[in-house]
């Protein structure tokens, strides 16, 4: 059944049992990997939607505007977590939160006129490019002992906030491994990517529900680019099955964690670089 021709109840049924699906995976594997769960929730939904035979037009847009509004609730949660024990860096964050908001004002107002396939060309690139990172380099790699002065510091966060936006996802997948490649400490690095998300989250939502905003091809309950059904599917979800995935990764050597996340991120890259070649 189409579910994107009415608001049906069988519709809504596998609307949800998807978004559950969705939710419970992403959350397991956030939590046992250590990342953002932006990173594994757009595919994730992508996949989802393409399932459902949700719009091929507003496939992606869906996907990334549903992931930036479940990082919201999310990431305050994670922020205050983080806040409490001293891990975030209030000075790194007054230095780079005006150029991450105007970065996820540039990439909302870019999401807003590109096509699906350029926001999976974005993610698909990126994900390559972190894949790789995880993969060959590891948590020991450098680029410098600090982080670099102005202006390349806050061109990095605007790059940061920007893509983010385009990608659906917080702050954890970018800014903690280019930051751990200046030498900062990786316990800061998490905390204030924790807090750094939110700025990202609440903008970029806020972008995508503008720019969808009765655009065709939506499934129901759905708020411009932001599925309201899968929002609230998927934040209980995720808190539930996060902690299990963390769990669980106390048992995994970490090596064989960022392989497994590394092939994960290459399928991925690869599944939406066939996804474009076949449009």
């Known amino acids: ?61 869906l996907a ?65 490019v972190v894949a790789v990172q995880m993969a060959v380099f590891g948590p020991q790699a450098k680029l410098a002992d600090q982080l670099p002065g102005q202006p390349a510091k806050s061109l990095m966060a605007g790059v940061i906030g920007t893509i983010s936006a385009m990608m659906g996802i917080g702050g954890g997948t970018l800014s903690v491994p280019i930051l751990s490649l200046f030498n900062y400490p990786i316990r800061y690095a998490v905390g204030t990517a924790s807090a ?8 970029g939502t806020a972008g995508f529900v503008i720019a969808g905003w009765g655009a065709a091809g939506l499934p129901p309950l759905s708020v411009g680019y932001v599925n309201l059904l899968a929002f609230a599917v998927i934040v209980p979800t995720t808190i539930l099955t996060a902690p299990l995935g963390a769990k669980a990764a106390h048992t995994i050597p970490q090596r064989a964690l960022r392989l497994s996340f590394a092939a994960f991120l290459f399928i991925t890259s690869l599944r939406m670089f066939y996804g474009i070649a076949a449009s």
Request: aromatic share 4%; charged share 10%.
């Open 1 to 61: 059944m189409d579910i994107t021709l009415a608001m049906d109840g069988t519709g809504l049924l596998l609307l949800a049992a998807a978004m559950l699906a969705a939710g419970l995976l992403a959350g397991f594997v956030a939590g046992l990997l250590g990342v953002g769960g932006g990173i594994v929730v757009v595919p994730v939904l992508f996949q989802a939607f393409t399932m459902l035979d949700v719009d091929p037009a507003v496939r992606m847009h």
């Open 64 to 128: 990334v505007g549903t992931s930036l509004a479940t990082i919201i609730p999310t990431g305050l949660r994670s922020a205050r977590a983080h806040q409490r024990r001293g891990a975030v860096d209030m000075e790194l964050l007054r230095a780079w939160g005006v150029p991450v908001l105007l970065g996820v004002l540039l990439g909302s107002a870019l999401s807003s006129v590109v096509g699906g396939d350029v926001l999976s060309g974005v993610f698909a690139v990126v994900a390559l």
């Open 196 to 203: 750094i998300g939110l700025i990202i989250a609440v903008p």
